[in-house]
């Protein structure tokens, strides 16, 4: 039997056709309202794309948040496993290279500065000798991280960095530049060690 004298059979039996139109109402096992169905009027979605949303449970506001990401796929799979929160992953704003090298850029800048005679230093400077004999006092009180650089120019050996109540080294000792042209820093490390030398 032809499909057309099947339907002519069903439209004759007062079937759900024998109106010419078939209501949600008498599709066999469906639920979904005529107004759910007219949702998906237009819609030219894939089956594969749809199945893309299987277990959101994002709410639309979340991912309107979304709007205007240009990212490929294989870019939103480098977040697969991430736990970091958005508060954590705030912090990389404008970073554009490795973190290290950003942080590495950022290190302390030290303020130059030429002493001919007898002088204190202040923390986060440069100290440059150029003088003989000059006793270049420590600051007092440093904390931990505190940096003196110092630097001799004048061909000299026997210029003399003061302790200021802080070890150098480990010892309760101040320190001779004993070597012309010399140059390191001095890093506060703690009250036992004191100030260290740095590179």
């Known amino acids: 039997m032809s499909k057309a004298r099947v339907l002519a059979d069903l439209v004759a039996a007062g079937g759900e056709l024998a109106d010419g139109a078939i209501s949600a109402s008498e599709i066999s096992g469906l639920t979904a309202s005529a107004a759910e169905l007219n949702k998906l009027d237009g819609v030219t979605t894939t089956t594969a794309e749809l199945n893309i949303l299987s277990g959101v449970t994002s709410s639309a506001t979340e991912l309107n948040k979304l709007d205007g990401v240009t990212?490929?796929?294989?870019?939103?799979?480098?977040?697969?496993?991430?736990?970091?929160?958005?508060?954590?992953?705030?912090?990389?704003?404008?970073?554009?290279?490795a973190?290290?090298?950003?942080?590495?850029?950022?290190?302390?800048?030290?303020?130059?500065?030429?002493?001919?005679?007898?002088?204190?230093?202040?923390?986060?400077?440069?100290?440059v000798l150029n003088g003989s004999a000059i006793t270049l006092t420590l600051p007092a009180g440093p904390s931990a991280g505190d940096t003196v650089a110092i630097t001799e120019?004048?061909?000299?050996?026997?210029?003399?960095?003061?302790r200021n109540g802080s070890n150098i080294m480990s010892l309760a000792?101040?320190?001779?530049?004993?070597?012309?042209?010399?140059?390191f820093q001095l890093q506060f490390v703690n009250a036992t060690i004191g100030w260290a030398i740095a590179q």
């Open 71 to 97: 990212a490929s796929t294989a870019e939103l799979n480098k977040l697969d496993g991430v736990t970091a929160s958005a508060a954590e992953l705030s912090h990389t704003t404008g970073v554009t290279s």
């Open 99 to 127: 973190i290290q090298t950003q942080i590495n850029t950022k290190q302390k800048e030290l303020t130059p500065t030429v002493v001919t005679g007898n002088a204190a230093a202040t923390k986060d400077t440069r100290v």
């Open 173 to 183: 000792e101040d320190m001779t530049v004993d070597a012309a042209y010399a140059a």
């Open 153 to 162: 120019i004048g061909g000299n050996n026997n210029n003399i960095i003061a």
